[in-house]
T-cell receptor
Framework: AQKVTQAQTEISVVEKEDVTLDCVYE???????LFWYKQPPSGELVFLIR??????QNEISGRYSWNFQKSTSSFNFTITASQVVDSAVYFC???????????FGKGTMLLVSP | DAGVIQSPRHEVTEMGQEVTLRCKPI?????LFWYRQTMMRGLELLIY????????DSGMPEDRFSAKMPNASFSTLKIQPSEPRDSAVYFC?????????????FGDGTRLSIL
């Protein structure tokens, strides 16, 4: 069975600090996909990134970067120079190969103070 | 491009009443999902359709919940009779194909309060 663990329930930082959100997953499949979603205070869920199990190359998009390490079953998300607008709940999710659905972690609430 | 559209955005009703939540997926998307989000349980998948056919309804809590997808552009989630413990945010999401590699795109959710 697939499982996603986000051990950090809540993180508070001051603007311009770097912050890393941890995600650890469990799966028996060799083919799987990892996702990050953002849920701002307004409540909608916004897709951020997808990674497949065959691609361990890290990705950077502006202030966001993702570190995928199969050896530790982790897919961590780093925000560089955080801003108040980054305040949100961030969800890591996993789907296994084929026609699987998403399994979400419990989410990490990030609060960025000015 | 229009995203996933859910209605209503908010619903407050009394225990025992029937509640119907509506969803219009992104045009061309073949898979549709209903989720429930609560503080205690997080995001839970309720039911998943592909090409209008229910594929997995193992997350539907009990017989009071039912979901339909009469066509590719519309789905409903119904609760009858509603109970206070059904209070939650209900999300609908759609995905381009059945493939697990595709991201799901979510609507803004319906915040349901049962008094």
């Amino acid at each position: 069975a697939q499982k996603v663990t986000q051990a950090q329930t809540e993180i508070s930082v001051v603007e311009k600090e770097d912050v890393t959100l941890d995600c650890v997953y469990e799966t028996r499949d060799t083919t799987y996909y990892l996702f990050w979603y953002k849920q701002p205070p307004s409540g909608e869920l916004v897709f951020l990134i997808r990674r497949n199990s065959f691609d361990e190359q890290n990705e950077i998009s502006g202030r966001y970067s993702w570190n995928f390490q199969k050896s530790t079953s982790s897919f961590n998300f780093t925000i560089t120079a955080s801003q108040v607008v980054d305040s949100a709940v961030y969800f890591c999710a996993l789907s296994e190969g084929g026609y699987s659905t998403l399994t979400f972690g419990k989410g990490t609430m990030l609060l960025v103070s000015p | 491009d229009a995203g996933v559209i859910q209605s209503p955005r908010h619903e407050v009703t009394e225990m025992g009443q029937e509640v119907t939540l509506r969803c219009k997926p992104i045009s061309g998307h073949n898979s549709l999902f209903w989720y429930r989000q609560t503080m205690m349980r997080g995001l839970e998948l309720l039911i998943y359709f592909n090409n209008n056919v229910p594929i997995d309804d193992s997350g539907m809590p009990e017989d009071r919940f039912s979901a339909k997808m009469p066509n590719a552009s519309f789905s409903t989630l119904k609760i009858q009779p509603s109970e206070p413990r059904d209070s939650a945010v209900y999300f609908c999401a759609s995905r381009p194909t059945q493939g697990a590699n595709q991201p799901q795109h979510f609507g803004d959710g319906t915040r349901l309060s049962i008094l």
